[in-house]
């Protein structure tokens, strides 16, 4: 690598480091590193993907000069996960290595995507994983018109990237988890608050009936006498046993 080149990328990095600083959005931040990273070596399009082990697919999460149209065609074959596993990006993510293709006419690992290599006008192409701990979480890829040749410079220059974007891609789903959880504690705060001031109205509710001087009987839909404050009770000389349950009609 040159000094122009290494002072490119050196730039590339600062900005997407400034890109993680300023983002709104974990998208806007997405865009912004995929983008800084395609400049800095000359690519003309760029992916940023995301990765479900669950499910074993993988989807653009952000594309530099890639049109939507493409992008969801993209998508769609990614949810294949025998697609995915084949495909240069899911090798870098299965690996957890850099796929560095110069020449996509000559490479014989993906002759599968030549027809896209065509259809999208590209013939080179790197594929970064995007490594977390143990685990690779999505790939970084970027496409070129025309043959490149790379070399390990290249290689420990785009992981450096990645490993930034990884960081912001997990630090936003723990964000998001920890907002979930915080949302759920504050629901869980206001029913019990509810149920809380629905008990106290109902302890003073039942206070008053029990000193009410006049007699309250509380009857279900057959008349039958379901409670009964002590003036009631008091009126028939009796126990709330043993009117309780008893017909009105009957006492």
């Known amino acids: 690598m040159t000094v122009r080149e290494q002072r490119q990328s050196l730039e590339a990095l600062s900005e997407?480091?400034?890109?993680?600083?300023?983002?709104?959005?974990?998208p806007e931040f997405f865009f912004l590193a995929i983008r800084a990273t395609a400049r800095a070596f000359g690519a003309y399009k760029g992916n940023i993907w995301r990765y479900d082990p669950a499910r074993q697919r993988a989807w653009i999460e952000a594309a530099y000069q890639v049109p939507p149209d493409?992008?969801?065609?993209?998508?769609?074959?990614?949810?294949?996960?025998?697609?995915?596993?084949?495909?240069?990006t899911g090798t870098a993510i299965r690996t957890r290595k850099v796929v560095m293709i110069a020449d996509l006419e000559q490479d014989e690992r993906f002759p599968q995507f030549r027809p896209w290599g065509q259809a999208w006008g590209f013939r080179s192409a790197v594929y970064v994983p995007l490594i977390y701990g143990n685990r690779a979480?999505?790939?970084?890829?970027?496409?070129?018109?025309?043959?490149?040749?790379?070399?390990?410079?290249?290689?420990?220059?785009?992981?450096?990237?990645?490993?930034?974007?990884?960081?912001?891609?997990?630090?936003?789903?723990?964000?998001?988890?920890?907002?979930?959880?915080?949302?759920?504690?504050?629901?869980?705060?206001?029913?019990?608050?509810?149920?809380?001031?629905?008990?106290?109205q109902h302890r003073l509710l039942q206070t008053i009936i029990e000193e009410l001087p006049a007699g309250i009987a509380f009857v279900d839909d057959r008349l039958k006498i379901r409670l009964a404050n002590p003036a009631f009770v008091r009126s028939l000389s009796a126990n709330l046993d043993r009117i309780q349950d008893q017909p009105l009609t009957a006492i």
């Open 70 to 88: 493409l992008v969801e065609r993209m998508n769609r074959l990614f949810e294949d996960p025998d697609w995915c596993a084949r495909s240069p």
């Open 137 to 200: 979480i999505g790939s970084m890829s970027l496409y070129f018109p025309e043959r490149t040749d790379f070399d390990e410079t290249d290689a420990l220059f785009l992981q450096t990237v990645a490993a930034q974007v990884a960081t912001a891609m997990v630090a936003n789903e723990r964000l998001g988890a920890l907002q979930i959880a915080k949302e759920d504690l504050e629901h869980r705060q206001r029913e019990l608050e509810t149920l809380t001031s629905q008990s106290a």
């Open 16 to 26: 997407v480091s400034r890109a993680l600083a300023s983002a709104l959005s974990l």
